[in-house]
């Protein structure tokens, strides 16, 4: 494979500009953008695993795995966050009078979610709150929802690893072509929600630093799990 797709443990990751990717994922599919301390436990979850593998389009998200890429690989490397590739998307002005829909961790966020859409109009918007997910997904009540109402676009907003699940289980329920972004905590950058991530921040692979500062109780345990990255390029 050239230098445009990299290969780590199956999972194909686009090394490609925004453009390129979004070309292909606006024709339907799923994309994921896996954190360093989720990727750390692919192993541990065959499930999560499987729907990375099965991804349409897999991005660098992690300035973990970048930089592990360029040491064990040689490869050359250009990250895009879910940050910054929901950030550009939203701003592609042919995409603002599509059908979205927010799939949401709670009734606040999903009120949040969609006021900020509304800010940078768009305006055609369904809000669907997720229930707690367990390892294997089944949401039949999501399914006739989607079928329903055929968005162009589901933006995935809830936590690591049982996005990537929910979005593979949607791609194989649903009777129609639908792109799908597993961004988890990205919008939530955006509203200002979480920690206070901006392009400077993204650029320089500081993410971590600002959310561990932001929540360290919350993130200090992430953090050091994703350091398991690194015995996967030896195994």
């Known amino acids: 494979m050239s230098d445009e797709i990299i290969n780590f443990k199956k999972i194909n990751f686009y090394n490609k500009s925004f453009n390129s990717i979004f ?13 360093a301390s989720s990727l750390s ?5 065959k499930i999560y695993y499987n729907s990375l593998i099965k991804s349409d389009v897999a991005i660098l998200d992690s300035g973990l795995l970048c930089i592990l890429l360029r040491i064990f690989k040689g490869s ?7 940050y910054r590739f929901l950030k550009k998307f939203l701003n592609i002005k042919s995409i603002k009078n599509k059908k979205f829909l927010l799939i949401d961790p709670n009734y606040n966020e999903s009120i949040a ?14 809000s669907y709150v997720a229930p ?10 999501l399914i006739r929802l989607i079928n329903k109402e055929k968005p162009k676009y589901i933006i995935i907003n809830i ?6 699940i929910l979005a593979s289980y949607i791609k194989k329920k649903v009777n129609f072509k639908v792109s799908i972004f597993c961004t988890g905590a990205a919008i939530a950058f955006l509203t200002k929600r ?3 991530i901006n392009d400077f921040i993204d650029k320089y692979y500081l993410g971590w630093f600002v959310r561990l500062v932001h929540n360290p109780r919350k993130y200090i345990s992430r ?4 350091f398991y990255l690194v015995k996967l390029f030896f195994e």
């Open 159 to 164: 936590g690591g690893e049982r996005q990537e």
């Open 23 to 35: 070309l292909k994922i606006n024709k339907g599919g799923y994309l994921v953008a896996p954190a």
């Open 132 to 141: 707690l997910y367990k390892k294997k997904i089944i949401d039949k009540k």
């Open 113 to 126: 979610n969609k006021n900020y859409l509304k800010k940078i109009n768009i305006f055609n918007v369904i």
């Open 223 to 226: 953090i050091l799990g994703s």
């Open 194 to 196: 979480q920690a206070p």
């Open 76 to 82: 050359k490397i250009s990250k895009l966050s879910g």
């Open 41 to 45: 436990k692919i192993y541990e979850n």
